[in-house]
């Protein structure tokens, strides 16, 4: 039996700020039983889902050095759908409304939380052959485990993975700080370490001393290693291309079947969906306040509004994607000038856009189900879920051919009978359109072809069972090394 400890900032159901809590919440249910007892450690934020937070059971407590600071660690526990969470405790770091999203305190809390795991691992009884890391907030737990805790006996032959699920957010503060902060030694802030253009970086020290690097698609792997996807890192990238490997995110089919989904109105399969997929658009339709009719082209979008989504080029022909043939329906919350910009075009075209600008599950499950079509013209897309669930939910993903887009997206080919979905190449809010239109036109005018599409796209295995099993790989062939 390997055991494997997956640490990270977010997990469903518990807390979840974008795709890294679905991943994490999902992934260790996928593994081999037999062969690997994963778990799964995050921060037990004050935030996190209430009826979680009284389920979980105290387990022990202990006091850190965070170089000049004494702080109070509390373990706690719970076991959910048979996978076992563990949930660092401490309220200074981890209260207030959201887990996370000021840099300034962020840096902080982080540095605490990858010392106070590796701190927490002997005391739980459960010896890791390797610590999964994912993204920047768990950047430090590689470089502390190289820095004291592998010389420890307990920790002898620990390995280490660092997973990035976004390399555009990097842990980087003010290098003095981050030194006084970690106690780190001055010999760890050189340019071949934790330093980057003259500031600390966390996620580059994970980076340098994991012992492999991971992405969420193939495609990624390799965008991350030029200079337009690389965010500054891109040398280290292909300085470390031997130890990169680039394996496409699944999702969890329990949770995301449309056969058996109770947050939708109407549940359908690959079968169904032809008499029953277009009952939940109706209904949608209704709750929205938009114009009821089962034929219209209804575009979804769920999606973090921020730049990485591709929203100005939305932005730059919003009037033109809103035509008197389509609906568009959005949820989402995120930047100010994308959060406007939608709330103005619900006002402006108010029987044909709804604006839905808040955070709902419920709600995101309804749009998947109901929508013809899903759009997610990204600028950049280490994998990307919502794709994946719109696949799954017979709902067409229009895509930017990036990253994790590019890799799960089949473009269709009218000539092949081949494809699961439309996509574009260049960043271009006019090329977008016009592939908005194609789709368009085939949804109108081929409607046999259109659900040619999505019984091609509801047949893709987007579930984590292959992706699983190259994680089982790659942990083999890490532990084999020397
Ligand atoms: P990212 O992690 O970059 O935000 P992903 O596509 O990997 O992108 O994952 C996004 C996840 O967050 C999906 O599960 C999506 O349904 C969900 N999501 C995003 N915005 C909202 C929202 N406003 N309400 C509900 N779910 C949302
Ligand atoms: C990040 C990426 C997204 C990916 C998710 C889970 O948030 O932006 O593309 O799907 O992590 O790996």
């Known amino acids: 039996m390997k055991n494997i400890l997956f640490v ?30 994963v778990r799964v450690i995050i921060p037990k934020y004050t935030c996190l889902l209430s009826e979680y937070l009284e389920k979980m059971v105290y387990k022990t407590h202990f006091y850190i050095d965070l170089a000049w600071r004494t702080q109070y660690v509390g373990i706690f526990e719970l076991e959910y759908e048979g996978i076992l969470f563990y949930f660092i405790d401490n309220e200074f770091y981890f209260s207030g409304s959201k887990p996370y999203g000021y840099i300034h305190e962020d840096i902080e809390k982080f540095a605490f939380f990858s010392k106070a795991v590796l701190s927490a691992i002997p005391t739980i009884g459960f010896k890791p052959d390797i610590i999964h890391c994912n993204d920047w907030q768990t950047g430090l737990v590689p470089v502390y485990l190289k820095e004291r805790f592998a010389s420890g006996e307990f920790f002898q032959g620990v390995k280490s993975i660092m997973t990035i699920h976004n390399l555009k957010f990097q842990g980087i503060w003010d290098l003095k700080k981050v030194r006084d902060i970690t106690g780190l030694a001055d010999s760890y802030f ?65 949770e995301y079947n449309p056969e058996t989904d109770t947050r939708i109105g109407f549940n359908f399969n690959q079968i169904t969906f032809r008499k029953e997929k277009w009952k939940n658009k109706i209904a949608l339709q209704k709750e929205l ?43 989402g919350t995120g930047d100010e000038k994308y959060e406007n910009m939608f709330r103005h075009y619900d006002w402006k075209y108010n029987n044909r856009v709804s604006s839905n600008i808040y955070y709902s599950e419920e709600m995101s499950h309804k749009i998947y189900a109901s929508c013809d079509a899903f759009l ?23 895509v930017r051919e990036t990253g994790g887009l590019k890799d799960t997206v089949e473009p269709y080919n009218e000539y ?60 083999e062939k890490l532990l084999e090394e020397i």
Not at 315 to 324: H, L, N, P, R, T
Not at 377 to 397: A, N
Not at 422 to 436: G, P, Q
């Open 8 to 37: 990270a900032s977010e997990a469903v159901p518990f807390i979840k700020t974008g795709g890294l809590a679905d991943v994490v919440g999902s992934l260790p249910k996928y593994f081999n039983k037999d062969k690997y007892d």
């Open 289 to 331: 306040s938009l114009d009821v009719d089962k034929n219209k082209f209804m575009i979804g979008i769920v999606s973090r509004l921020t730049d990485q989504k591709g929203f100005d080029l939305i932005a730059y022909v919003m009037d033109q994607i809103c035509a008197e043939d389509v609906q568009l329906v959005i949820l």
């Open 376 to 398: 997610m013209p990204s600028l950049f897309e280490p994998c990307g879920l919502s794709q994946l669930m719109s696949l799954r939910y017979g709902t067409v993903p229009i």
């Open 190 to 254: 050189t340019p071949d370490k934790l330093e980057a253009y003259n500031d600390a970086n966390f996620l580059k020290g994970g980076i340098i001393y994991a012992d492999y690097i991971t992405t969420v698609s193939s495609s990624y792997a390799e965008e991350i290693q030029t200079s337009f996807y690389g965010e500054g890192l891109d040398g280290l990238m292909r300085s470390r291309s031997n130890s990169l490997f680039g394996i496409v995110n699944g999702l969890d089919y329990t």
């Open 416 to 475: 092949e009978n081949s494809g699961t979905g439309f996509s574009f190449t260049n960043y271009n809010a006019h090329e977008m359109l016009r592939i908005i239109d194609y789709a368009k036109n085939i949804y109108y005018k081929k409607k046999r072809e259109w659900n040619k599409i999505i019984d091609r796209g509801m047949l893709t295995d987007c579930s984590w069972n292959l992706s699983a099993k190259k994680y089982e790989e790659l942990y």
